[in-house]
Nanobody, 127 residues
Framework: QVQLVESGGGLVQAGGSLRLSCAAS????????MGWFRQAPGKEREFVATISWSGVSTYYRDSAKGRFTISRDNAKNTVYLQMNSLKPEDTAVYYCAAGATYYGNTYYVTRDKYDYWGQGTQVTVSS
């Protein structure tokens, strides 16, 4: 069992930055793929970024490329999402997720590949 707790959300002006953190419990955390998703009011939860268990491989949604960076520190059981040049359309609840099942050499970009979810942290970007 893995528990995930997000932090770091808040209110920021357009063009600003935030760093989200996701603290994980559980001895096997370091073997899981990790991801960030977000959900805006009235919209489906959507993929933002993912990182492999080793931290070597990362993948982003198109609108996040060049602005967001996902990273992980397995010694601290923590995954991060550094968000720069934020836009009002980035406003959403951001969720951390852990994928315990191995799907081969593929990016974990869909919700069904993740087994554990955090409660979410609100990010609001004002124009």
């Amino acid at each position: 069992q893995v528990q995930l707790v997000e932090s770091g959300g808040g209110l920021v002006q357009a063009g600003g930055s935030l760093r989200l953190s996701c603290a994980a419990s559980g001895r096997t955390y370091s073997s899981y793929a990790m991801g960030w998703f977000r959900q805006a009011p009235g919209k489906e939860r959507e993929f933002v970024a993912t990182i492999s268990w080793s931290g070597v491989s990362t993948y982003y949604r198109d609108s996040a490329k060049g602005r967001f960076t996902i990273s992980r520190d397995n010694a601290k059981n923590t995954v991060y999402l550094q968000m720069n040049s934020l836009k009002p359309e980035d406003t959403a609840v951001y969720y951390c997720a852990a994928g315990a099942t191995y799907y081969g050499n593929t990016y974990y970009v869909t919700r069904d590949k993740y087994d554990y979810w955090g409660q979410g942290t609100q990010v609001t970007v004002s124009s």
